[in-house]
Structures are given as structure tokens and as C-alpha cells.
């Protein structure tokens, strides 16, 4: 796609926006154009498809209820809705941790028992347990400080460039630059770690 194809593109992404603001139709063509990208981020991200389900949920229940808050800034609506799945997977591992530590703390605490899952969820973790490297590598990334978790998540998993990872983290582009470095030098630690036992 040339240069012209793309400005062209995102001053129609823009007039959807606009119309998003005050048109639920107009929202909803968002919504289908961008759910599996998000939802792929987020199950990428968590390597659980109930967790990426919930999270994604929210992520667009908060976009239609913040877009009148929304500001153009020359990057794809995407870039928004990255963040605030970044944001939202942040929280759910925060509250899931302090769950944890909680019941750990309180050995008298009722047991959190896991509904059991619809067949076609079943069916779907099957899938995703297939890509062992897959899952290999994430559960290795998944061991990482989070900030290198996102930007790692967003150039190898969502394949996007430093300059939008920089705009949906609210960093510079150097700072993403020396975090994936580092992220990535820290990942290699764990694998060779991994490997020699």
C-alpha cells in the first residue's frame, strides 16, 4: 500500500470516528473492524481465551463510553484501543494477584472454584495448546516485567513499528527501542536458563 493509500485510509478511519461520537452504527463498524485484532492481542498477552474474552469486552465498553473524549493524533484508532487493553491487562493481573495473595493470607477464605468452561472454550485452549513454541515463548515472556512484556508483545506478536508501540505506551521512540533491547536480552537469560535444566 503507497503512502497516499494510507492517508487516505486513516481520513476514513477518522470520518468513522467523528461519526462513532454520536452514531452507535458507526461504533459498531469500529467494533467489527477491530475485536480479533484486540482480542488476539489480549489472548496473546494473558495465553487464556476467558481472561482475553473479559478483557476485550471492556476494552470496547470503555471505548464507546470514552470516544467522546477521543482526539485525533494522525495514528490508526487502533492505537487507542491498544492502550486501553494494555491498561486493562495490567489491572486484571494486578486484581488477580491480589486475589491470590488474599487467599493465601486467609486459610480460611472459601475456595474460588472455576466454573466449567463452554465446550467450544474447551476446544479452543486445545487448539492454542498445539503451538507449543508458541506457548513456550510466551509463558517465557509472560515471566518478564510487564514493560518489557508489552513492547515485546506489540513488535513480535502484533508486528507493529516502534513509532505507533511508542504512541500506545505514551513513551519516545528511544525509550521503546532500549526497552525491547533490554526485554529481549532479558528473555534470551531465561530461555538459556530453561534449557539448562
Known amino acids: 500500500m503507497k503512502e497516499g493509500d494510507d492517508n487516505i485510509e486513516l481520513d476514513q478511519e477518522r470520518a468513522l470516528v467523528e461519526r462513532a461520537k454520536h452514531d452507535k452504527q458507526a461504533f459498531a463498524e469500529l467494533y467489527d473492524k477491530y475485536y480479533s485484532q484486540i482480542f488476539g492481542y489480549t489472548l496473546r498477552r494473558t495465553a487464556d481465551i476467558?481472561?482475553?474474552?473479559?478483557?476485550?469486552?471492556?476494552?470496547?465498553?470503555?471505548?464507546?463510553?470514552?470516544?467522546?473524549?477521543?482526539?485525533?493524533?494522525?495514528?490508526?484508532?487502533?492505537?487507542?484501543?491498544?492502550?486501553?487493553?494494555?491498561?486493562?491487562?495490567?489491572?486484571?493481573?494486578?486484581?488477580?494477584?491480589?486475589?491470590?495473595?488474599?487467599?493465601?493470607?486467609?486459610?480460611?477464605?472459601?475456595?474460588?472454584?472455576?466454573?466449567?468452561?463452554?465446550?467450544?472454550?474447551?476446544?479452543?485452549?486445545?487448539?492454542?495448546?498445539?503451538h507449543e513454541d508458541f506457548l513456550y515463548i510466551r509463558e517465557g515472556v509472560s515471566r518478564l516485567p510487564v514493560k518489557y512484556q508489552e513492547v515485546i508483545t506489540l513488535k513480535y506478536f502484533e508486528h507493529m513499528q516502534l513509532k505507533e508501540i511508542a504512541l500506545i505506551l505514551g513513551k519516545r521512540e528511544g525509550t521503546v527501542k532500549s526497552l525491547l533491547h533490554r526485554g529481549l536480552k532479558k528473555l534470551k537469560q531465561l530461555m538459556e536458563q530453561d534449557a539448562t535444566f
Open 50 to 130: 476467558g481472561i482475553a474474552q473479559d478483557v476485550t469486552s471492556q476494552v470496547f465498553f470503555k471505548a464507546l463510553k470514552n470516544i467522546g473524549q477521543f482526539h485525533w493524533r494522525g495514528a490508526p484508532f487502533s492505537s487507542w484501543l491498544y492502550r486501553i487493553a494494555s491498561n486493562e491487562i495490567a489491572d486484571t493481573f494486578r486484581e488477580r494477584k491480589r486475589k491470590r495473595e488474599y487467599i493465601k493470607n486467609n486459610s480460611d477464605a472459601p475456595s474460588i472454584s472455576n466454573p466449567s468452561p463452554e465446550n467450544e472454550l474447551v476446544l479452543a485452549e486445545e487448539e492454542l495448546r498445539k
